[in-house]
């Protein structure tokens, strides 16, 4: 099948967030909001995923016309368009507790993610007013996480120390391999999910539940945490922002967040019925 068949099939575009879909200032590019309502135009389902919560997503819906399911927690949570419940994975508590002193010890922040509550022992962690902000979402500050780390869908630490946060992420990877999925979702950022909980199965799982199959989907992203949907992916495709681990992951390169990347890989590899 010539690349120009495959694109001209594509079915379902499933696209990560941060960094990919919006700029860094989290909005979205208004080229993005017209390529978005070119796919509904051209019958195409778009799907979201992220390490975002469910309901940190929630502003983008609208103006982007979505009204699929969508993929939080790396797909730690699958949620309908009506935000029920459709998918849940759970951190196996040791894991979660092993998690939690790691980052710690290392001087992260660490938070946890439990249902629909975001648990912080600091509301002066050096992320946690952004996150809030960008997610639009709250917190609790408690004095240990105790219960939670039994019901956590994500487990996430932050800090100014970029090298910190990878020498966790790679500890992590090592102690919980096969218990637990670890994976930077951005320099300042290390995300702890359930070992299916990865952008992969959610991507495999939001293509079961609109009915579409793998080779028929569209990826796009920007992080090491987006490879494994990139490798599964109809169309893959890396952001110009993305690293070169992420580039060589995907079989198209396009622009970056902060210019109309999104949108011109959309309309030359998903809606564009010839190759370029």
């Known amino acids: 099948m010539s690349g120009a068949e495959r694109r001209s099939a594509i079915r379902l575009v499933v696209s990560d967030i941060d960094g990919t879909l919006v700029r860094h200032d989290k909005t979205l590019h208004p080229e993005t909001i017209a390529a978005a309502r070119q796919l509904r135009e051209a019958g195409i389902l778009f799907c979201l995923v992220s390490s975002r919560p469910p309901r940190g997503m929630d502003m983008?819906?609208?103006?982007?016309?979505?009204?699929?399911?969508?993929?939080?927690?790396?797909?730690?949570?699958?949620?309908?368009a009506d935000d029920a419940m459709l998918e849940e994975l759970v951190i196996p508590g040791d894991a979660a507790r092993q998690a939690v002193k790691d980052m710690e010890s290392a001087g992260l922040d660490a938070w946890v993610f439990a249902g629909n509550g975001w648990y912080v022992k600091s509301a002066n962690g050096p992320y946690v007013a952004h996150e809030a902000e960008v997610t639009r979402n709250t917190f609790v500050v408690v004095e240990d996480f105790g219960e939670h780390l039994d019901h956590a869908n994500k487990i996430m630490a932050s800090s100014k120390n970029f090298d910190a946060v990878a020498a966790v992420e790679s500890d992590l990877q090592a102690r919980l391999a096969g218990v637990a999925s670890v994976n930077r979702s951005s320099p300042y950022y290390v995300d702890v999910t359930h070992p299916d909980a990865n952008k992969g199965h959610a991507a495999l799982a939001l293509a079961k539940i609109v009915g579409v199959p793998p080779e028929a989907m569209a990826c796009l992203g920007d992080m090491p945490v987006d490879i494994s949907m990139l490798k599964i992916a109809g169309v893959s495709i890396a952001m110009g922002n993305a690293p070169d681990s992420v580039k060589a992951a995907a079989r198209f390169v396009t622009g970056t967040n902060d210019e109309a990347g999104w949108a011109d890989a959309v309309r030359r590899y998903v809606l564009s019925p010839t190759d370029s």
């Open 60 to 80: 983008y819906l609208a103006p982007l016309g979505i009204d699929t399911p969508r993929a939080g927690f790396n797909g730690g949570a699958i949620v309908g």
